[in-house]
């Protein structure tokens, strides 16, 4: 990664820049000694990208917002995936800091890390929908010396969930991955509404349109499958998740008053 003149940030503090100070006309417009900051600009595409696809933010954008040069942007911020690296990044530390202490109970802290992830997603749609369609940066940030990545202590937080259960690292990986996939679609499915609600009136006219006595299978739950929310959605399908993953842990038998574990292939019920 190259190194730029911002990375000696720390603390919102303003770079240091061998030949001095930005020129005047990359300064806040109408404060003639105020410079704009790092900070102050991830600040404005963090919030920008709770409506807006972070894709569509740019450096031109974000200048016009913030009416200064284009340079401004680009000086303190770097390349463009600086900037969308240093807006996934807050996105995973407000993760973080909304997240509850963990108990030791693995499915109880799951299912608390899973409400607080998805209204999180929801909230910040634009982050969303660039992790939907990316694989950069979903886990690991864009980070200069000194800066935390957020991203790397999410998956830390989330594997010490699945490690505390007493999953087998190949079934935490599976079970973390799972996991991570249901939250995102479930939120996305809330932020693009693709949920059968948001479309009941559709889906009970198009069947309105078919003979009373056509597809049977269909009607048989049409009416709850045209009404389907996320209210309804997400805590069946946490539920199920989290059912599956405890259904999937080894469980201890004792033979000859040792106790050993039951292989995963044969833990099922008889």
């Known amino acids: 990664m190259n190194m730029k003149p911002d990375q000696s940030i720390a603390n919102n503090s303003k770079p240091t820049r061998k030949r001095g100070r930005p020129s005047k006309d990359l300064r806040l417009a109408g404060a003639s000694n105020a410079v704009l900051t790092r900070e102050q600009i991830l600040d404005k595409a963090t919030l920008l990208a709770k409506t807006e696809p972070l894709d569509d933010i740019s450096m031109v954008g974000l200048a016009r917002e913030l009416h200064v040069a284009p340079a401004l942007i680009h000086y303190y911020v770097g390349t463009r995936d600086d900037l969308i690296s240093g807006v996934a990044n807050r996105y995973k530390k407000v993760l973080l800091e909304r997240s509850h202490p963990l108990t030791g109970d693995w499915a109880a ?32 940030q864009q980070v200069s010396e000194g800066e935390t990545d957020h991203g790397v202590l999410y998956l830390e937080r989330l594997a010490s969930i699945f490690r505390s259960g007493g999953f ?9 991955h799972l996991y991570l996939q ?4 479930s939120a996305y499915a809330e932020v693009s509404r693709q949920l059968p609600r948001f479309h009941q009136d559709y889906i009970l006219s198009e069947f309105a349109a078919h003979p009373q006595t056509a597809l049977p299978n269909a009607r048989y739950f049409l009416r709850q499958f045209a009404s389907l929310d996320t209210d309804t959605a997400f805590p069946a399908g946490l539920r199920l998740l989290i059912d599956g993953f405890q259904n999937w842990l080894p469980t201890k ?6 106790p050993r574990k039951v292989p995963i292939s044969t833990n099922r019920k008889k």
């Open 168 to 176: 087998s690292p190949q079934q935490a990986a599976i079970a973390c």
């Open 109 to 140: 802290d799951l299912k608390q890390e899973a409400k607080t992830a998805f209204k999180t997603n929801v909230e910040y749609g634009g982050v969303l929908r660039y992790m939907m369609s990316h694989n950069r940066f979903r886990l690991f």
């Open 253 to 258: 038998v004792s033979i000859a008053g040792r």
């Open 182 to 185: 249901f939250v995102l679609t």
